[in-house]
Antibody
Framework: EVQLLESGGGLVQPGGSLRLSCAAS????????MNWVRQAPGKGLEWVSS????????HYADSVKGRFTISRDNSRNTVHLQMNSLRAEDTAVYYC???????????????WGQGALVTVSS | EIVMTQSPATLSVSPGERATLSCRAS??????LAWYQQKPGQTPRLLIY???TRATDIPARFSGSGSGTEFTLTISSLQSEDFAVYYC?????????FGPGTKVDVK
Protein backbone atom coordinates (compact mmCIF):
# COMPACT_ATOMS: atom_id res chain seq x y z
CA GLU A 1 0.00 0.00 0.00
CA VAL A 2 1.30 3.44 -0.94
CA GLN A 3 1.75 5.59 2.15
CA LEU A 4 3.16 9.02 2.88
CA LEU A 5 3.72 10.06 6.48
CA GLU A 6 4.72 13.59 7.38
CA SER A 7 6.51 14.53 10.57
CA GLY A 8 8.28 17.52 12.07
CA GLY A 9 5.41 19.95 12.41
CA GLY A 10 4.86 22.06 15.49
CA LEU A 11 4.83 25.52 17.01
CA VAL A 12 7.65 27.88 16.08
CA GLN A 13 8.25 31.57 16.67
CA PRO A 14 8.36 34.04 13.78
CA GLY A 15 11.80 34.00 12.21
CA GLY A 16 12.40 30.44 13.35
CA SER A 17 13.06 27.26 11.40
CA LEU A 18 11.46 23.88 11.07
CA ARG A 19 12.20 20.80 9.01
CA LEU A 20 9.39 18.63 7.73
CA SER A 21 9.96 15.06 6.65
CA CYS A 22 7.84 12.78 4.51
CA ALA A 23 8.42 9.04 4.81
CA ALA A 24 7.33 7.14 1.73
CA SER A 25 6.47 3.45 1.57
CA UNK A 26 4.79 1.03 -0.79
CA UNK A 27 6.37 2.43 -3.94
CA UNK A 28 9.75 3.26 -5.45
CA UNK A 29 10.28 6.85 -4.39
CA UNK A 30 13.09 7.46 -6.88
CA UNK A 31 10.73 7.20 -9.86
CA UNK A 32 8.30 9.96 -8.84
CA UNK A 33 8.27 13.72 -8.60
CA MET A 34 7.39 14.70 -5.04
CA ASN A 35 5.67 17.80 -3.81
CA TRP A 36 4.62 19.85 -0.81
CA VAL A 37 1.23 21.53 -0.70
CA ARG A 38 -0.09 23.58 2.20
CA GLN A 39 -3.48 24.63 3.45
CA ALA A 40 -3.90 27.50 5.89
CA PRO A 41 -6.74 27.10 8.41
CA GLY A 42 -10.07 27.40 6.64
CA LYS A 43 -8.41 28.22 3.32
CA GLY A 44 -7.72 26.53 0.01
CA LEU A 45 -4.79 24.52 -1.29
CA GLU A 46 -1.50 26.23 -2.11
CA TRP A 47 1.33 24.46 -3.93
CA VAL A 48 4.64 25.06 -2.15
CA SER A 49 7.42 23.11 -3.83
CA SER A 50 8.31 20.21 -6.11
CA UNK A 51 11.42 18.10 -6.60
CA UNK A 52 12.33 15.90 -9.55
CA UNK A 53 12.92 12.17 -9.29
CA UNK A 54 16.69 12.51 -8.87
CA UNK A 55 16.51 15.73 -6.87
CA UNK A 56 18.34 17.68 -9.54
CA UNK A 57 15.45 20.02 -10.31
CA UNK A 58 13.43 21.94 -7.75
CA HIS A 59 10.64 24.52 -7.98
CA TYR A 60 9.14 26.85 -5.41
CA ALA A 61 6.17 29.12 -4.99
CA ASP A 62 7.17 32.78 -4.92
CA SER A 63 5.80 33.01 -1.37
CA VAL A 64 8.50 30.64 -0.06
CA LYS A 65 11.35 31.09 -2.52
CA GLY A 66 14.61 31.83 -0.75
CA ARG A 67 13.25 30.62 2.61
CA PHE A 68 12.25 27.01 1.98
CA THR A 69 14.37 24.20 0.56
CA ILE A 70 13.05 20.88 -0.68
CA SER A 71 15.29 17.83 -0.79
CA ARG A 72 15.04 14.08 -1.02
CA ASP A 73 16.96 10.99 0.00
CA ASN A 74 15.81 8.18 -2.25
CA SER A 75 17.97 5.66 -0.39
CA ARG A 76 16.04 6.42 2.80
CA ASN A 77 12.65 6.91 1.05
CA THR A 78 12.23 10.39 2.46
CA VAL A 79 11.48 13.88 1.24
CA HIS A 80 12.22 16.96 3.32
CA LEU A 81 11.13 20.57 3.47
CA GLN A 82 13.50 22.88 5.34
CA MET A 83 11.63 26.01 6.31
CA ASN A 84 13.58 29.06 7.47
CA SER A 85 12.60 32.62 8.35
CA LEU A 86 9.09 31.47 9.11
CA ARG A 87 6.25 33.96 9.14
CA ALA A 88 2.77 33.93 10.61
CA GLU A 89 1.37 33.49 7.12
CA ASP A 90 3.24 30.18 6.80
CA THR A 91 0.87 28.70 9.38
CA ALA A 92 -0.82 25.77 7.65
CA VAL A 93 -1.15 22.05 7.33
CA TYR A 94 1.65 20.88 5.06
CA TYR A 95 0.94 17.88 2.86
CA CYS A 96 3.46 15.70 1.11
CA UNK A 97 2.09 14.52 -2.22
CA UNK A 98 3.21 12.15 -4.96
CA UNK A 99 2.79 13.14 -8.59
CA UNK A 100 1.41 10.82 -11.21
CA UNK A 101 4.07 9.72 -13.69
CA UNK A 102 4.72 11.98 -16.67
CA UNK A 103 3.21 10.94 -19.96
CA UNK A 104 0.87 12.78 -22.31
CA UNK A 105 -1.29 15.04 -20.16
CA UNK A 106 -0.87 12.85 -17.10
CA UNK A 107 -0.35 14.80 -13.91
CA UNK A 108 -1.84 15.73 -10.62
CA UNK A 109 -1.10 14.37 -7.19
CA UNK A 110 -2.51 10.90 -6.70
CA UNK A 111 -1.38 10.21 -3.17
CA TRP A 112 -1.30 12.58 -0.20
CA GLY A 113 -0.05 12.23 3.33
CA GLN A 114 -2.19 13.11 6.33
CA GLY A 115 -0.41 16.41 6.77
CA ALA A 116 1.74 18.13 9.39
CA LEU A 117 0.52 21.24 11.17
CA VAL A 118 2.95 24.12 11.32
CA THR A 119 2.01 27.03 13.55
CA VAL A 120 4.10 30.18 13.47
CA SER A 121 3.29 32.34 16.46
CA SER A 122 4.97 34.14 19.33
CA GLU B 1 1.83 32.72 -13.09
CA ILE B 2 -1.29 31.01 -14.37
CA VAL B 3 -4.31 32.16 -12.38
CA MET B 4 -7.08 29.64 -11.85
CA THR B 5 -10.64 30.73 -11.13
CA GLN B 6 -13.58 28.53 -10.18
CA SER B 7 -17.30 29.13 -10.30
CA PRO B 8 -19.55 29.17 -8.51
CA ALA B 9 -17.95 29.57 -5.09
CA THR B 10 -20.80 27.56 -3.58
CA LEU B 11 -23.19 25.22 -5.35
CA SER B 12 -26.30 24.00 -3.56
CA VAL B 13 -27.60 20.74 -4.97
CA SER B 14 -30.13 18.14 -3.91
CA PRO B 15 -29.04 14.48 -3.69
CA GLY B 16 -29.58 12.77 -7.02
CA GLU B 17 -29.24 15.98 -9.00
CA ARG B 18 -26.51 16.86 -11.45
CA ALA B 19 -23.73 19.25 -10.44
CA THR B 20 -21.63 21.22 -12.90
CA LEU B 21 -18.49 22.98 -11.67
CA SER B 22 -16.39 25.33 -13.78
CA CYS B 23 -12.69 26.11 -13.79
CA ARG B 24 -10.99 28.73 -15.92
CA ALA B 25 -7.30 29.34 -16.53
CA SER B 26 -5.69 32.68 -17.38
CA UNK B 27 -3.82 31.01 -20.25
CA UNK B 28 -4.05 27.79 -22.17
CA UNK B 29 -3.21 24.59 -20.31
CA UNK B 30 -3.87 22.23 -23.19
CA UNK B 31 -5.27 19.37 -21.07
CA UNK B 32 -2.91 19.69 -18.12
CA LEU B 33 -5.60 20.05 -15.48
CA ALA B 34 -6.59 18.02 -12.44
CA TRP B 35 -9.62 18.04 -10.16
CA TYR B 36 -9.58 17.16 -6.46
CA GLN B 37 -12.23 16.52 -3.86
CA GLN B 38 -11.68 17.44 -0.21
CA LYS B 39 -14.09 16.61 2.58
CA PRO B 40 -13.87 18.31 5.99
CA GLY B 41 -10.96 16.98 8.02
CA GLN B 42 -9.71 14.83 5.15
CA THR B 43 -6.88 15.04 2.68
CA PRO B 44 -7.53 15.96 -0.95
CA ARG B 45 -8.36 13.12 -3.32
CA LEU B 46 -7.45 13.16 -6.99
CA LEU B 47 -10.56 12.73 -9.12
CA ILE B 48 -9.56 13.68 -12.66
CA TYR B 49 -6.30 14.33 -14.48
CA UNK B 50 -5.56 15.22 -18.07
CA UNK B 51 -8.82 17.21 -17.88
CA UNK B 52 -10.95 14.13 -18.51
CA THR B 53 -9.28 10.93 -17.22
CA ARG B 54 -10.71 9.51 -14.03
CA ALA B 55 -8.13 8.56 -11.43
CA THR B 56 -8.00 5.08 -9.96
CA ASP B 57 -11.18 3.96 -8.16
CA ILE B 58 -13.11 7.15 -8.96
CA PRO B 59 -16.78 6.41 -9.70
CA ALA B 60 -18.10 6.93 -13.21
CA ARG B 61 -20.53 9.62 -12.04
CA PHE B 62 -17.53 11.98 -11.99
CA SER B 63 -16.50 13.29 -15.39
CA GLY B 64 -14.23 16.02 -16.61
CA SER B 65 -14.21 17.91 -19.87
CA GLY B 66 -12.61 20.89 -21.55
CA SER B 67 -9.23 21.98 -22.82
CA GLY B 68 -7.32 25.20 -23.27
CA THR B 69 -8.70 27.62 -20.71
CA GLU B 70 -12.19 26.31 -19.90
CA PHE B 71 -12.84 23.14 -17.93
CA THR B 72 -15.83 21.46 -16.33
CA LEU B 73 -16.29 18.83 -13.64
CA THR B 74 -19.67 17.13 -13.74
CA ILE B 75 -21.14 14.91 -11.06
CA SER B 76 -24.03 13.19 -12.78
CA SER B 77 -26.11 12.23 -9.75
CA LEU B 78 -24.92 13.57 -6.42
CA GLN B 79 -24.54 11.06 -3.61
CA SER B 80 -24.39 12.02 0.06
CA GLU B 81 -20.64 11.39 0.10
CA ASP B 82 -20.05 13.88 -2.72
CA PHE B 83 -20.79 16.98 -0.67
CA ALA B 84 -17.34 18.50 -0.36
CA VAL B 85 -15.03 21.18 -1.72
CA TYR B 86 -13.65 20.68 -5.22
CA TYR B 87 -10.41 22.23 -6.46
CA CYS B 88 -8.92 22.42 -9.93
CA UNK B 89 -5.16 22.55 -10.42
CA UNK B 90 -2.99 23.30 -13.42
CA UNK B 91 0.28 21.46 -13.91
CA UNK B 92 1.09 22.93 -17.32
CA UNK B 93 3.57 25.47 -16.03
CA UNK B 94 5.53 26.52 -12.96
CA UNK B 95 4.45 27.63 -10.49
CA UNK B 96 1.71 25.05 -10.15
CA UNK B 97 -1.53 26.70 -9.11
CA PHE B 98 -4.86 25.68 -7.61
CA GLY B 99 -8.22 27.31 -8.02
CA PRO B 100 -9.94 28.73 -4.91
CA GLY B 101 -12.40 25.85 -4.78
CA THR B 102 -16.13 25.25 -5.18
CA LYS B 103 -18.09 24.06 -2.17
CA VAL B 104 -20.91 21.68 -3.03
CA ASP B 105 -23.48 21.61 -0.26
CA VAL B 106 -26.95 20.26 0.33
CA LYS B 107 -29.84 22.26 -1.06
Amino acid sequence: EVQLLESGGGLVQPGGSLRLSCAASGFTLSTYVMNWVRQAPGKGLEWVSSISESGGETHYADSVKGRFTISRDNSRNTVHLQMNSLRAEDTAVYYCAKRLPYGGSSGGFDKWGQGALVTVSS
Amino acid sequence: EIVMTQSPATLSVSPGERATLSCRASQSLNSNLAWYQQKPGQTPRLLIYGASTRATDIPARFSGSGSGTEFTLTISSLQSEDFAVYYCQQYYNWPLTFGPGTKVDVK
